[in-house]
């Protein structure tokens, strides 16, 4: 069994599958999407922890149960219809009767000047993480059209000074424009020329031709994309949304494949990448068991 991807979803199905005494191997390239976040919350017993701390403690859970970790790209993997042809980077050829995919999203930052040295300390992309820690503060949506109106509407739960800074048209549909303005979101529709900000702490949106919009933190809607490709190249379908269509423990339409966390279809939060872990772990080990002659065949009706 080889799981592609080393974060919460990853080493939880790593680690049900080792407690089911399977041979497992996670590969993991070492750039997790939340790298740069000091704490992740939302997570019961674990809020505030860094997220590189939660990956640590999860790899050494899962050294009694022999499970093998590797810091290492997985270069290809092809699919038999029996079982999968896995190549590392390394160029070593594996073999595996089951692959689950759990190499996550990366975030695409607005091309501003600023926010790349603010990531994770005061620019966000999701505030159910990160809202309560800038709550009754002044907060920026960088985006445009009904995702950067919902986003704002969403903020205005943690704070009443909300603005959205378009960086162009905002291409908000009017109905959206008078829920803003109900609430009180001004739309700054002028060219960002950079984020000032002091030690990763923002101060200001600096805009072309306007006044600056003063920020204490800046929350983004722009997109995202899979981490690696492997799915794609694999056959798997895609929903509208650009996530692995998968059922509700992670099998996707190629037989043996998985596809969990934040490269699937659930909400991106730690705590349900870990959940999707853990179901798909459960489900390839029934897999593996009925594989074996090991499942109870339904009754004949």
């Known amino acids: 069994m080889i799981i592609v991807g080393g974060g919460p979803a990853g080493l939880s199905a790593a680690l049900l599958l080792g407690r089911c005494r399977r041979r497992v191997l996670v590969c993991d390239a070492g750039q997790p999407r939340n790298a740069a976040a000091r704490e992740l919350h939302g997570y019961f017993t674990r809020d505030g922890t860094p997220p590189l701390e939660l990956l640590e403690i999860g790899r050494r859970e899962l050294r009694q149960y022999g499970v093998e970790f590797r810091q290492v790209t997985v270069a290809d993997v092809t699919s038999t219809g029996e079982s999968f042809h896995v190549r590392l980077e390394t160029g070593e050829q594996l073999q595996a009767r089951k692959v689950l995919l759990a190499t996550g999203v990366r975030d695409h930052l607005p091309e501003v000047e600023g926010i790349g040295d603010c990531y994770g300390v005061s620019v966000h992309h999701c505030p159910y993480c990160d809202g309560w820690e800038v709550r009754d503060r002044a907060l920026a949506v960088i985006g445009r059209g009904a995702s950067a109106a919902g986003l704002a509407l969403s903020l205005t739960t943690w704070s009443d000074r909300v603005v959205i800074c378009s960086n162009g048209r905002a291409r908000i549909p009017p109905q959206n424009r008078a829920q803003l303005d109900a609430h009180g979101v001004a739309v700054v529709e002028h060219v960002i020329e950079r ?11 600096i805009v ?9 933190a800046v929350f983004f809607s722009t997109s995202q994309s899979p981490q690696c490709d492997l799915a794609h190249r694999l056959g798997c379908e895609f929903t509208r949304k650009g996530t692995v269509k998968t059922d509700h423990l992670g099998q996707t339409c190629v037989p043996g494949l998985y596809v969990v966390g934040d490269a699937s279809r659930d909400m991106q939060f730690v705590i349900v990448a870990a959940a999707e872990g853990a179901k798909a772990g459960v489900a390839i080990n029934k897999a593996l068991q009925a594989r074996a002659g090991l499942a109870v065949a339904p009754a004949q009706s």
Not at 195 to 205: I, N, S, T, Y
Request: charged letters at 30%; hydrophobic letters at 25%; one cysteine or more.
């Open 195 to 205: 984020l000032e900000h002091a030690d990763g702490r923002a101060q200001r949106l």
């Open 208 to 216: 072309r031709g306007g006044s600056p919009v003063p920020c204490d």
